[in-house]
């Protein structure tokens, strides 16, 4: 009798510490806001691939708890963007949130974690707008004025362009942002831009922009687009006869450029992120080998920034000693020195301070031509 | 800006290059409207599905042109005819209205099937050599797919206007489009009719979306919606129901749509609302449509 009982309270204090050690390890729920479909989808689904990389390479824990991701779709549009942020924070009650990965959408996104106080961090958002002035929005990429400069110079001097031509899309802040960079730089340097022409994510004929551009003469086509449009733009331009040397910046980056683009892209050199052989530090090499043996795949420079963002939220978590987002926030702006997949990041005013990586398409493949650092 | 004689008559080809597609795509919208009267606006999302099929049984299956397209404009015209089963046909006898808010609701969800299915990233159109360069003539381009193009659709128009005047379906089509009702009381099977309606429609959607991503040589799922738009305004412009009418509707709406982007080239950015700026004038002005007649009331 005596003993039932005993092994009644016996159960029951087990089922109460099981509580409490469950209670204990509850997650922590880092929000993902991603374009999957759309526009960019290869950004958001490539960022995707890097986290569930990252989760294979090592244990994704702060303070002795697990990390939970919340997934959301943002259809690469800013309205969906927005919604998303807010749906992350006032439903799924996360402690911070990783993307939108392209700028317009951050623009959109941005505001609304700022507001709620929460911090948001942009893998790949490039234009400088999306941190200025905010203190709970991060980017763990460089920004576009670097980029932008750093593409004119290396058309001024390396390639020896004097006459660039510019088309840019018109709906990317982006685009619109690199173009006015390089602009800049370019004219500075003595160079000229002899036409610059817009379009607009989504539109597929630009042979009336091309054909204006091909009547300017010039001896460069800089196209600081995203992939869809710079791939049909490429073989529109080829078609008229249009056969100077084109130069991307990041946007450049997913393997849709090479599908789509075909023998019209070969050449093409670009601004970017990455490359295999750009990082040798050893999370950096344990990222690709990890990366090639679940994928089968080459890494890219979405993935590895979107596993960056992971571990900067993750390195400001154990910093701060909390979850509290205010604290994430303010430990994250703080980040010296740490080791990621793409070298070793700092923040400086929610921006990342990294070097530009240049590349150029040779038979299909990406050839690395060098790394600036800022 | 440099707007030299070159550059105008280089802007005009690639206007009617833009136009010979949406020309392609417009009578396939004429038709099914000048038989039942329906704006099918799902036509754009069968033209996606016609470039699917092509890509996959071209890029995945690896089978040769010659058995691709001919099966691509099969199976397209399959799916044309499953519409009209599971969406249209059960609102035969309701208000028109209901068949047009029908139609938006499969042009949706075809959209969101394709990218639950296909998924949302573009992929890269295997082009066949004829189609994938240009040609030079003296210092012009024309891309390989522009001269095809208005040969194709010429055909096709060609061939719809002696289906439709030369044979009994055609007659069974005319009769259809002046009253559904007398039709079947004279004992012609309408419901096989307007499924043969569907089937050529759809099968000219697949020509367009052929044609379309061998221009621009890409495929998503969401790549319908701005052609299909833009073929329903050229089919308006030329007078929508009328087979050569869409055909100089769509050259019409390509070349508005290169020129306001080679005059204009800041304004670029909205060649979309030049485009349906003109739609929004031919139906104030012109409702009928360049070769529309003035609708009778029927008694």
């Known amino acids: 009798m005596n003993r039932k009982i005993a092994s009644l309270l016996l159960a ?24 999957m479909t759309g526009g960019v989808a290869a950004y958001g689904q490539q960022g995707y691939e890097g986290i569930q990389v990252l989760q294979q390479m090592m244990k994704l824990e702060a303070l002795g708890r697990p990390v939970e991701f919340v997934l959301v779709d943002n259809k690469s549009d800013r309205v969906e963007s927005a919604n998303a942020a807010q749906r992350l924070i006032q439903r799924d009650r996360v402690v911070a949130i990783i993307g939108p990965m392209i700028s317009g959408s951050m623009l959109a996104a941005g505001p609304i974690a700022e507001q709620a106080r929460v911090p948001i961090i942009g893998p790949s958002t490039t234009n400088p707008l999306t941190t200025q002035g905010r203190s709970f929005v991060f980017r763990a990429c460089f920004i576009d004025p670097f980029q932008g400069q750093i593409a004119a110079r290396f058309a001024y001097d390396n390639l020896g362009v004097r006459r660039a031509a510019l088309l840019v899309d018109v709906a990317q802040d982006y685009a619109v942002g690199l173009a006015n960079f390089f602009a800049r730089e370019f004219t500075r340097l003595g160079g000229q831009v002899v036409a610059t022409q817009y379009l607009k994510t989504g539109d597929q004929d630009f042979s009336a922009q091309l054909t204006a551009i091909r009547a300017a003469n010039p001896e460069l086509l800089y196209m600081p687009n995203y992939y869809a449009e710079i791939a049909l733009a490429a073989v529109q331009a080829r078609r008229l006869g249009l056969d100077v040397p084109i130069l991307a910046g990041d946007g450049a980056d997913a393997p849709e450029l090479v599908q789509i683009g075909g023998a019209a892209v070969e050449g093409l050199m670009h601004t970017g992120f990455y490359h295999v052989q750009a990082f040798s530090n050893p999370l950096a090499q344990q990222y690709v080998e990890t990366f090639r043996r679940v994928t089968g795949k080459e890494p890219n420079a979405f993935g590895a920034l979107a596993a960056d963002s992971v571990l900067i939220v993750l390195d400001a978590i154990r910093r701060a000693g909390s979850t509290d987002p205010e604290a994430i926030a303010a430990a994250m702006q703080q980040t010296r020195d740490l080791e990621v997949t793409t070298g070793t990041v700092t923040i400086q005013n929610g921006d990342a301070i990294k070097p530009v990586v240049i590349r150029k398409l040779v038979n299909g493949q990406w050839e690395y031509l060098a790394t600036v650092n800022p | 800006m440099n707007l030299s004689l070159e550059v105008i008559v280089q802007q005009l080809l690639n206007g009617i290059s833009l136009g010979g597609l949406y020309s392609l795509l417009a009578i396939g919208y004429t038709m099914v409207y000048g038989i039942l009267r329906l704006i099918n606006f799902a036509h754009g999302d069968v033209f996606m599905i016609g470039a699917y099929t092509a890509f996959f049984l071209v890029g995945v299956f690896h089978l040769p042109w010659w058995i691709s397209a001919p099966l691509t404009a099969l199976l397209t015209a399959l799916v044309g005819v499953t519409i009209d089963r599971a969406a249209y046909r059960p609102l035969r006898e309701e208000p028109r209205i209901s068949a047009l808010i ?42 390989g797919v522009t001269v095809w193009v208005p040969v194709l659709t010429l055909l096709l128009v060609g061939a719809l206007l002696v289906l439709v005047y030369r044979t009994r379906a055609g007659m069974a089509m005319r009769a259809l489009s002046r009253d559904i009702e007398a039709t079947r009381l004279m004992g012609v099977d309408v419901d096989r009719v307007i499924s043969y309606t ?16 061998f221009q621009f040589p890409q495929v998503n799922p969401l790549m319908g919606i701005y052609p299909g738009w833009k073929a329903f305004t050229a089919a308006v412009v030329g007078g929508i129901g009328n087979v050569v009418g869409a055909m100089i509707g769509g050259f019409v709406i390509g070349i508005v749509e290169i020129m306001t982007v080679g005059l204009m080239p800041h304004l670029s950015g909205y060649r979309d609302a030049f485009v349906f700026a003109l739609l929004v004038f031919f139906l104030l002005v012109r409702p009928t449509g360049i070769l529309g007649e003035p609708m009778k009331e029927k008694v």
């Open chain 1, 12 to 35: 029951g204090s087990l089922l109460v510490a099981a509580t409490a050690v469950a209670g204990a390890a509850e997650p922590i729920r880092i929000g993902l806001n991603l374009e």
């Open chain 2, 102 to 143: 029908t139609a938006v609701g499969v042009s949706f969800f075809i959209e969101n099937l394709g990218l639950v299915v296909v998924g949302g990233r573009p992929r890269g159109m295997p082009v066949p050599p004829a189609f994938a360069g240009s040609y030079a003539l003296g210092p012009f381009r024309v891309p």
């Open chain 2, 198 to 213: 569907f089937a050529l429609g759809s099968a000219l959607a697949a020509a367009g979306g052929i044609m379309w991503s």
